[in-house]
Nanobody, 119 residues
Framework: QVQLVESGGGLVQAGGSLTLSCAAS????????LGWYRQAPGKQRDLVAA???????NYADSVQDRFAISRDNAKNMVYLQMSSLKPEDTAVYYC?????????????WGQGTQVTVSS
């Protein structure tokens, strides 16, 4: 069974930095797209950043030049380096992956990790 497990969330002051990690495990044949979404209270879940298997990345306008996504294909991991954090970055961050496994091609979600930025 495929699983995504995030880590690295926490409380940080505005202007600070955090790095989130997400590990994919299970009977994985290949991972097409790895990405991060976030959901603030009372708001919809939105894309933060995503990276294709070829290394092409795209970002939400609100995090461009502050966040950087990277992936380690050998370890089935994706990272999100967040800097110059703002209170409006406060949200639960979810890892998301489009994975081809023994059960076919499916989109998977992690359980989420809380990021809180204090002003």
């Amino acid at each position: 069974q495929v699983q995504l497990v995030e880590s690295g969330g926490g409380l940080v002051q505005a202007g600070g930095s955090l790095t989130l990690s997400c590990a994919a495990s299970g009977n994985i044949f290949s991972i097409n797209v790895l990405g991060w979404y976030r959901q603030a209270p009372g708001k919809q879940r939105d894309l933060v950043a995503a990276m294709s298997s070829a290394g092409s990345a795209n970002y939400a306008d609100s995090v461009q030049d502050r966040f950087a996504i990277s992936r380690d294909n050998a370890k089935n991991m994706v990272y999100l380096q967040m800097s110059s954090l703002k209170p409006e970055d406060t949200a639960v961050y979810y890892c998301n992956a489009l994975i081809y496994s023994a059960t076919g091609l499916r989109r998977y979600w992690g359980q989420g990790t809380q990021v809180t930025v204090s002003s």
